[in-house]
Structures are given as C-alpha cells and as structure tokens.
C-alpha cells in the first residue's frame, strides 16, 4: 500500500537570520485539488484564491512553471511557494530570477525517495540479470547469462533521500558502496564517500553506476564519453535522476560498442524518448517511461509535505525540504 512510504529527509538548509514566512491564506495553483486542499487544512490553514492576502501558494504543475513567473512578479506578498516534485530543474532560471531573501521555497525532496530508490532497484536487478534481452526474445537462449548483485561494488552518485533509501534497499546484498557528492561528508550505510572531483577515479571500479543527483547547470552531461570510457566492460549504469546528467549520444555509442555490459534508465534526453530512437532498438538497454513513481504513489507523499509546511508556515516549526537557491536544489 502506498501508506507504507514515508519521506527520507536528510538535513535541511540553514537561512540565516530570524526570517519567517508571514503567516497567511495558502493558493493552490494552477488548478486547485481536493486531496491537497484537504492537507493544507489538516496543516492548520485555509486555502483562498490567490490575492493580497495570501502568503503561501502550493504550485502543482512541473510543465506548466514558466506561468510561475508572472506570479511570482505580481505577487511580492508571497513568502513561502512549495513546489511538486523533488528536482527544481524547471524551475531554476525562474527561481534564480525571483530570488529574494523574503521569499522560502520547498520542494518534494525525500518525499519520493522511496518509491524511487525501489525502482532503481530493480532496474539494477533488470540489468544485471540481462532481462532487457530476455524480454525482446523470441526463441529459447539457453546460454548462461547475468550476474548476482551480491557482493558488486555499486557507486552512487548524488546523496539525497533516494541515494539514502537505495543504500538501505541494497543492505541485503552485501554490496560495497560508494557515494559521489558535492562533499566528502560521510553518508551513513556507505563503505565510502567522495566529493565529484573524484568521480572518474571511482568509475573503473564499479560493478553498477547509479546516477540519483539533482540536474543543474553544472550537472549537466556529468556522465559524458569521458567517463563512460572510464566505467569497466562488466559495469551497468542506470539513472532514475534526470535524462539530460547522462550524453545520451556516448551512452548509445558505449552500448553499441559494447564498451559497458547494460543500460537501465528511467529518464531519458531528449524526453519523451522519440519513435525510432537508436535506445529503443539497443538489446543492452532498458527503459522506462519517467515512471520510477506514479500519481498514486506520490500524492499522499505530497500531501503529507504540504500539510509539515503549511505547519510551519503559521508555526515555528522548521520547514521540510528547503531550496537552496545557489545550490538549485
């Protein structure tokens, strides 16, 4: 049952000063929903049209963001703005271009980690066990193929709730994992952590690459020919992040090639992923659909955020996960 997920919160940004959001009437936009207007009720507020009045606004549309910015232009009233979903890509330039210090946003980071890093696991499972081949067959192979992931070295890139859930998932195998981040700041469950200047160091010795980190201007393509040349012939990588961290065109030539053993992906660059594109016919490649979570999985993780929020937006309570604005995440 989706009731069974909860939020893998790791520590929050700290804003300096005393600055709170000014308690307030929250706006649910671009079109209100039931579910969510129930736990901003639940949460202690009242939900209203958006006016002068209001001071939180719960935005509910990732491709419909760039209407954010009119809102945010006409509305400086506005302290505090939640956002659906955990990667702020679509809303950085905006964010970056509204940026005051009278202004908290949060988005659904570690809300979804869950449901996530249990994709991710069984796109490891898929890929090591050579089911994308197996899937696409037609007659009876009865030569031995696929390796266990016991014991396999696993490196992580990105230390966010969804690394942090997938290192708890992955416990029963006896993995030896590696965390990438921004800092070597230790990731409880890792047998190592390394700051990203040590990331091709680290690519030649991993069995599987995950790649869980937030896409921002200095993100992008973070996985490139370079590395990818880097990672050993037996190694499969897979992404549950975003499309545009991987060069899709190197991760069509490497798997081509034969230069890595599998792909197992669930965001892709271009998205969607065109008819015809090389990906879809690859036999060592495994794609889904951008659906590492569903509507049905994350609405009630939504809502339990909103309602925290919207607590601390009329409380004292600290506000849960908080976009750092030079971070862009």
Excluded at 67 to 83: M, S
Excluded at 108 to 119: D, I, L, T
Excluded at 130 to 139: F, G, K, N
Aim: proline fraction near 8%; hydrophobic fraction near 50%.
């Amino acid at each position: 049952m989706t009731g069974q997920h909860r939020a893998v919160v790791q520590d929050e940004p700290v804003r300096t000063g005393a600055w709170r959001p000014e308690p307030g009437a929250v706006a649910i936009l671009p079109t209100e929903n039931a579910l969510f207007a129930e736990a901003v009720r639940a949460g202690g507020g009242a939900v209203a049209p958006l006016s002068a009045e209001t001071r939180g606004l719960i935005w509910l549309s990732y491709t419909r963001a760039a209407e954010l910015e009119n809102i945010l232009a006409e509305n400086p009233q506005l302290g505090w703005v939640q956002l659906p979903w955990a990667g702020v890509d679509a809303f950085a330039s905006i964010l970056a271009r509204h940026r005051r210090d009278d202004l908290l946003v949060t988005s659904a980071k570690g809300a979804y980690a869950q449901p996530v890093a249990e994709h991710a696991l069984a796109l490891i499972l898929a890929s090591l066990r050579v089911l994308p081949q197996r899937a696409r067959a037609r007659s009876w192979n009865a030569e031995p193929a696929g390796v266990s992931l016991y014991g396999r070295t696993v490196l992580v890139i990105g230390a966010g709730g969804i690394a942090r859930e997938l290192i708890r998932l992955l416990e029963p195998f006896g993995t030896d994992i590696v965390v990438v981040r921004r800092s070597s700041e230790p990731v409880p469950g890792a047998a190592r952590t390394v700051p990203v200047a040590q990331l091709d160091a680290e690519l030649g010795q991993a069995d599987v690459v995950v790649v869980a980190a937030a896409l921002t201007g200095e993100t992008r393509h973070l996985i490139g020919a370079a590395q990818i040349a880097l990672m050993a012939p037996t190694a499969h990588l897979v992404n549950i992040a975003r499309g545009p961290l991987i060069d899709t065109d190197a991760l069509v030539n490497a798997l081509a090639a034969g230069t890595i053993a599998g792909a197992a992906i669930d965001v892709t660059d271009p998205e969607p992923l065109p008819d015809g594109h090389p990906l879809w016919s690859e036999p060592r490649c495994l794609i889904t659909p951008h659906m590492a979570d569903t509507p049905e999985m994350t609405a009630p993780l939504l809502a339990e955020r909103i309602r925290l929020n919207v607590a601390a937006l009329l409380g004292s309570r600290p506000f849960v996960g908080v976009v750092d604005p030079v971070a862009g995440y």
